[in-house]
């Protein structure tokens, strides 16, 4: 099992920033991708940036320019660095961890959730 938590969501206004950070603990052997998705009120979840076992970082289109995702391989933890932040920006953001092990075996994992509301 792995667990995973997120902090740093909150209530921001409008052109402000915020991060969130999120720390995976437990049985990992690789971390195959690692990143941050959300879901808007009434709306699907949406992929915010992730990183994949390559390496490469992928972002959604609505987020590109204004928001960063970095991480530390070391502690298996992901940040994302929120600015520039816009009322459609509000939503729930999830981590999200899909990792390996010896035998091969891939399995993800969803994080809680943390609540960003921007107001206008």
């Known amino acids: 099992q792995v667990q995973l938590v997120e902090s740093g969501g909150g209530l921001v206004q409008a052109g402000g920033s915020l991060r969130l950070s999120c720390a995976a603990s437990?049985?990992?052997?690789?971390?195959?991708?690692m990143g941050w998705y959300r879901q808007p009120p009434g709306k699907q979840r949406e992929l915010v940036a992730e990183?994949?076992?390559?390496?490469?970082?992928s972002y959604g289109d609505s987020v590109k320019g204004r928001f960063t995702i970095s991480r530390d391989n070391a502690k298996n933890t992901v940040d994302l660095q929120m600015n520039s932040l816009n009322p459609e920006d509000t939503a729930v953001y999830y981590c999200?961890?899909?990792?390996?092990?010896?035998?091969?075996?891939?399995?993800?994992?969803w994080g809680q959730g943390t609540q960003v509301t921007v107001s206008s």
């Open positions: 999200r961890i899909i990792v390996s092990q010896p035998m091969g075996t891939m399995t993800g994992y």
């Open positions: 990183f994949s076992r390559g390496g490469g970082t």
């Open positions: 437990g049985s990992i052997f690789r971390v195959n991708v």
